[in-house]
Nanobody, 121 residues
Framework: VQLQACGGGLVQAGGSLRLSCAASGRTFSRYTMGWFRQAPGKEREFVAAISWSGGSTYYADSVKARFTISRDNGKNTVYLQMNSLKPEDTAVYYC???????????????WGQGTQVTVSS
């Protein structure tokens, strides 16, 4: 599966952004989808994951209650709605796919190219 993330940008603290990740191929609905982020000088970290059906979601503590992951299998797209953004949310955000379930980088087999999110204070 090939992934293309978009929707990043520059936003003030307290603002919102919605990231999208479009997947190619007819098997999108089989994959768990995840969002990760990587800030300069830091390791890539887990943000959120959603099961193939959308019935299960999981969030990093740092984004819980502010971010929402969702998916539309008919459109082969996964979304990350980010509200109440903070400067510490600044990072390159990546979408990823795997056929199992996981909240670590190594669990995911396919990665998008990343989209930059910058939150100004």
């Amino acid at each position: 599966v090939q992934l293309q993330a978009c929707g990043g940008g520059l936003v003030q603290a307290g603002g919102s952004l919605r990231l999208s990740c479009a997947a190619s191929g007819r098997t999108f609905s089989r994959y768990t989808m995840g969002w990760f982020r990587q800030a300069p000088g830091k390791e890539r970290e887990f943000v959120a994951a959603i099961s193939w059906s959308g019935g299960s979601t999981y969030y990093a503590d740092s984004v819980k209650a502010r971010f929402t992951i969702s998916r539309d299998n008919g459109k082969n797209t996964v979304y990350l709605q980010m509200n109440s953004l903070k400067p510490e949310d600044t990072a390159v955000y990546y979408c990823a796919a795997n056929l199992g379930w996981g909240v670590v980088v190594t669990a995911y087999d396919y990665w998008g190219q990343g989209t930059q999110v910058t939150v100004s204070s």
